[in-house]
């Protein structure tokens, strides 16, 4: 544990070495575009038009940019894998699972074939003891059941795991898809009954026994969403947490196994549970007492072809991607096999493949810069901590605390996981990724009950984004994004903080978020601060949902402030500690204009080329929907709008749509 003290003690270095270009590429700009009218239009508008969206995708930015590179470096890694005959291990293990997904001959050789064990298995229900057997027996496989059991962090103990039932069983994207009135969402719901008929067809239903199930299944899933809660509910994790024990499980659920559940998972009926939704479960046990077995049964053939449809024969897939990719996402085109192959082998065995990634491609240089930037972010934080007037010394002492236990993670996990229990058949993808599927179940069910592994990932390493957890009080940054524009040791320092540095800085926010903020510096839930300045923290929480409540993204829609208060306090907070730490940096001076921009302009170029994107319609209306993120016009502008010192740097006035009246600018500190 870091000391308080360190904070006056970070030293201050600037990252860029002696002659470094400016790394902002004016060919991105679109100058017919003010700064201060729209400044994310002036800062990727030319970036944004030459860069039309692929149509094998929902959206088009520079996350995505990076992300695909890393696919090519990632496809790489796996066909050298493939070939390699003395391959032993996890090569041997990536890369035979590539080749069992890009064998597609086989694929559609098979059949359903590797499908109809579970499909027996579904329709020798005959009781509802029957369906409760079967629902058990799916905790080790894939959890089709509505109601799973989990690993999660004890929240008033969070170095302890206990048990976690979580609600499920919801096809749509968001409970809310089940009962907007609008238009667009009854069409979505109408084409979604439509898909669940197609995929019970492909089993061999005929047309109109498979068009009554999936009405049925429609009318299922609407009473399980009934009693689910809403994604702005879920942000608040009070919500989220009722603590009981075996006995007080089995009494939301009489009938359900919960003693067959645990069992099966070696999870042992001592340690606590946590149950996110009670209600859910309520709703979980009425529907296996009252909704008839037929309606059972054809939910779960339906589910099992929906989860394995990408594993099956082409036509499977293609009903898959029509609902799931075109009518929820407005994409247009499937992606090519092998980006489908890699995407499943990151996912499935996600830290074998990593390994293989950073030994490639991730520098040690990259991570003692990153560990740098990080400091000097830090610095950045505990600064404002100090000087923000309206905390308490308790509150300010605590968060101060809290800042100093954050724990950075860099590039790739301290120690690898262990995969070879994992069974992979060259030439049957199905059985390769169902046993990973089992193993994984099996490796998370083994924590419960055990004390929390804070060295333990949640992102592999080629991924190209960065997250906070709570119960850690730990930040991560995995080396996929540690590449362009995100970080580039070649740029000079005002690009780096403008975009890694907010990164640093958006993911330290989010220990003192919306969310965050009611966890302490040991990860558990417990309110650390005084009334009066949760009362104040709450209010300045509130001038952000207002703001993105008020932003009309075209076509009559909004942001939902409540859902992506977090995203956007982590934006500004971000982009003013990256800021005051690049300050920092200069150590009183100033930096020299490069390619006709000063270093704070510079900075803010930065930040906004990270927000280069497009996306579709449809993916625009789920983001909005379903996603805490706002979208990444408003990451830029909206965030900027808020920052006195965005506008000193671009000479923008009161009036000018960049600048909100002082009285409603938006401050976290």
């Known amino acids: 544990m870091r000391k308080l003290a360190a904070f006056s003690l970070v030293t201050v270095l600037c990252l860029a070495q002696s002659g470094t270009r400016s790394g902002i590429d004016r060919s991105m700009l679109d100058t017919s575009c003010k700064p201060c009218d729209d400044f994310w239009r002036y800062a990727t508008g030319a970036w944004v038009d030459q860069h039309p969206i692929p149509a094998d995708r929902p959206r088009w930015g520079k996350f995505d940019e990076l992300a695909e590179a890393n696919l090519e470096r990632l496809r790489i890694i796996l066909e050298a894998a493939v070939n390699d005959r003395n391959a032993t291990g996890d090569r041997r293990r990536v890369g035979d699972y590539y080749a069992s997904c890009m064998d597609t001959a086989a694929i559609e050789a098979a059949g359903v074939k590797p499908l109809q064990p579970m499909l027996d298995r579904i329709a020798a229900i005959r009781t509802r003891p029957d369906l409760v057997a079967l629902l058990v027996?799916?905790?080790?496989?894939?959890?089709?059941?509505?109601?799973?059991?989990?690993?999660?962090?004890?929240?008033?103990?969070?170095?302890?795991?206990?048990?976690?039932?979580?609600?499920?069983?919801?096809?749509?994207?968001?409970?809310?898809?089940?009962?907007?009135?609008?238009?667009?969402?009854?069409?979505?719901?109408?084409?979604?009954?439509?898909?669940?008929?197609?995929?019970?067809?492909?089993?061999?239903?005929p047309a109109e026994q498979a068009g009554l199930a999936a009405k049925n299944v429609m009318e299922f899933e609407t009473a399980l969403a009934n009693a689910t809660l809403s994604n702005v509910a879920r942000r608040d994790p009070y919500n989220r947490i009722h603590k009981t024990d075996f006995a007080g499980l089995a009494l939301l659920t009489p009938a359900y196994d919960w003693t067959a559940a645990f069992d099966l998972l070696k999870v042992p009926r001592s340690v606590a549970v946590n149950v996110s939704e009670p209600e859910f479960l309520k709703a979980f046990n009425r529907e296996l007492q009252n909704a008839p077995l037929e309606t059972w049964k054809a939910w779960?053939?339906?589910?099992?072809?929906?989860?394995?449809?990408?594993?099956?024969?082409?036509?499977?897939?293609?009903?898959?991607?029509?609902?799931?990719?075109?009518?929820?996402?407005?994409?247009?085109?499937?992606?090519?096999?092998?980006?489908?192959?890699?995407?499943?082998?990151?996912?499935?065995?996600?830290?074998?493949?990593?390994?293989?990634?950073?030994?490639?491609?991730?520098?040690?240089?990259?991570?003692?810069?990153?560990?740098?930037?990080?400091?000097?972010?830090?610095?950045?934080?505990?600064?404002?901590?100090?000087?923000?007037?309206?905390?308490?010394?308790e509150t300010r002492a605590n968060a101060l605390r809290k800042l100093a236990t954050f724990d950075p993670r860099i590039g790739f996990p301290v120690k690898w996981r262990d995969y070879s229990a994992v069974q992979v058949a060259r030439g049957n993808y199905l059985a390769s990724r169902e046993a990973a599927i089992v193993e994984d179940r099996k490796y998370d069910a083994a924590k419960i009950g055990k004390r929390l592994d804070r060295a333990e990932w949640s992102m592999t390493p080629p991924t190209v984004n960065a997250y906070y957890t709570s119960a850690r009080n730990s930040i991560t940054f995995p080396a996929g994004i540690l590449q362009p524009p995100f970080f580039d040791m070649d740029a000079d320092d005002a690009v780096n903080y403008g975009a890694i540095g907010v990164v640093i800085g958006h993911e330290m926010g989010h220990g003192f978020d919306d969310q965050g903020s009611k966890f302490d510096a040991d990860g558990n839930l417990k309110n650390w601060w005084t009334d009066k300045d949760r009362t104040e923290f709450d209010a300045r929480a509130a001038c952000i949902v207002k703001q993105f409540d008020a932003i009309d993204v075209g076509e009559g829609m909004h942001h939902t402030g409540k859902l992506v208060t977090g995203e956007a306090m982590g934006d500004l907070g971000g982009a003013t500690l990256a800021y005051k730490a690049y300050r920092r940096s200069l150590n009183g001076g100033e930096a020299p204009a490069l390619d006709g921009f000063t270093g704070e302009q510079r900075f803010f170029?930065?930040?906004?080329?990270?927000?280069?994107?497009?996306?579709?319609?449809?993916?625009?209306?789920?983001?909005?929907?379903?996603?805490?993120?706002?979208?990444?016009?408003?990451?830029?502008?909206?965030?900027?709008?808020?920052?006195?010192?965005?506008?000193q740097a671009f000479n923008c006035k009161l009036g000018d749509p960049m600048v909100r009246p002082p009285a409603e600018q938006c401050r976290l500190w």
């Open 300 to 393: 779960l053939r339906w589910r099992a072809a929906r989860a394995r449809a990408q594993y099956l024969p082409k036509a499977f897939y293609d009903e898959w991607f029509h609902f799931e990719r075109a009518v929820l996402s407005g994409v247009s085109r499937q992606s090519e096999r092998w980006k489908v192959c890699v995407a499943s082998a990151d996912g499935t065995l996600g830290e074998a493949l990593g390994r293989l990634y950073v030994e490639k491609h991730f520098p040690a240089e990259a991570r003692r810069r990153m560990q740098q930037l990080v400091e000097n972010l830090r610095a950045a934080l505990g600064e404002e901590l100090k000087a923000a007037e309206w905390l308490t010394p």
């Open 137 to 205: 027996s799916l905790e080790l496989e894939d959890g089709l059941a509505p109601a799973r059991i989990v690993n999660v962090s004890d929240p008033q103990n969070a170095d302890q795991v206990i048990a976690g039932v979580t609600a499920g069983g919801l096809s749509l994207p968001d409970r809310d898809y089940y009962f907007r009135d609008d238009a667009r969402s009854k069409a979505i719901r109408d084409e979604f009954v439509q898909h669940v008929q197609k995929l019970l067809e492909l089993l061999g239903d």
């Open 605 to 647: 170029l930065a930040y906004a080329r990270v927000w280069a994107a497009a996306q579709k319609p449809e993916a625009v209306r789920r983001q909005l929907a379903t996603d805490p993120h706002p979208l990444a016009k408003y990451r830029t502008n909206a965030t900027l709008q808020n920052m006195p010192e965005f506008h």
